[in-house]
């Protein structure tokens, strides 16, 4: 099973589209699919139409007043063959004040996925932008990060933030945490975006994705209609650009939750 985080210290840059798009793309060939929402906004969720507060959610793994209830209970399939979800909710704001410093609670989603391990083949999760026990979560379950950047200059502070993030949860795995940076929102007719994608080659150089996601109208639409982009062919240059995203992840080596683990 391979785990992918989407995370970013900055709102705005494609998580959530970035996570719909790479899930169905992956249960449209085949793979079994579970969507995590990590983050308390819920966004997934309601991009998906599984609402945390009525099936349960994330914030139920942490026996928050009582015992944590079981991740398979917690998930749930959607209208899309393969592709499942395990939604978020509003409560999950509150686990940071609620857990403290209470030990162990760095690891909570870790167990909860390798009791789902034999069920799905891919994993995605939706991170929230800030750094808390959802994101420690989420990083030390994965095997890799995947970091949406919008190709604009203030989107690179956000970028700066979220690798010093990475650089702390590396510390605490004891070993690195793989990492794709994927330039989203890119218009080639600016100079700006150009820019800051040849900036973000020079730094950065081979983490930085060949794909390329550019601004695509048709990308919001199918997010308004609540459609994963694979079942949005009016979206044709969004499409071919995650298309191309996910056929570099899949050819880079896979590390499983349980080789992680060890």
């Known amino acids: 099973m391979r785990v992918w985080a989407i995370s970013n210290q900055k709102g705005g840059v494609g998580k959530t589209t970035t996570t719909?798009?790479?899930?169905?793309?992956?249960?449209?060939?085949?793979?079994r699919t579970l969507l995590i929402d990590m983050d308390p906004h819920a966004s997934l969720s309601g991009y998906i139409g599984v609402e945390g507060g009525a099936h349960g959610s994330v914030y139920d793994l942490f026996g928050i007043g009582?015992?944590?209830?079981?991740?398979?209970?917690l998930v749930h399939a959607t209208k899309w063959d393969h592709l499942s979800v395990l939604p978020a909710s509003a409560a999950m704001i509150t686990l940071d004040r609620q857990l403290?410093?209470?030990?162990?609670?760095?690891?909570?989603?870790?167990?909860?996925?390798?009791?789902?391990?034999s069920d799905f083949d891919h994993v995605l999760l939706d991170c929230p932008p800030t750094l808390g026990v959802l994101m420690v979560n989420a990083l030390a379950a994965s095997d890799r990060l995947l970091v949406p950047t919008q190709t604009e200059a203030l989107a690179l502070a956000g970028l700066e933030r979220m690798l010093r993030s990475l650089s702390m949860i590396e510390r605490s795995r004891g070993r690195p945490l793989?990492?794709?940076?994927?330039?989203?929102?890119?218009?080639?007719?600016?100079?700006?975006?150009?820019?800051?994608?040849?900036?973000?080659?020079?730094?950065?150089g081979e983490g930085v994705?060949?794909?390329?996601?550019?601004?695509?109208?048709?990308?919001?639409?199918?997010?308004?209609?609540?459609?994963?982009?694979?079942?949005?062919?009016?979206?044709?240059?969004?499409g071919l650009a995650y298309r191309q995203l996910l056929d570099e992840l899949l050819a880079l080596p896979a590390a499983s939750v349980t080789d992680a683990a060890a």
């Open 66 to 73: 009582g015992n944590p209830l079981p991740p398979g209970t």
């Open 20 to 31: 719909v798009a790479l899930g169905s793309l992956l249960a449209a060939s085949g793979k």
């Open 100 to 117: 403290g410093t209470r030990p162990g609670m760095g690891l909570i989603l870790s167990q909860a996925l390798a009791e789902l391990a």
């Open 209 to 238: 994705s060949e794909a390329v996601i550019p601004t695509d109208t048709q990308i919001r639409e199918a997010s308004a209609a609540g459609v994963p982009l694979a079942s949005w062919p009016a979206a044709r240059r969004g």
């Open 178 to 204: 793989p990492r794709t940076i994927v330039p989203t929102m890119f218009d080639a007719r600016t100079h700006a975006s150009r820019a800051c994608l040849d900036q973000l080659r020079e730094k950065y």
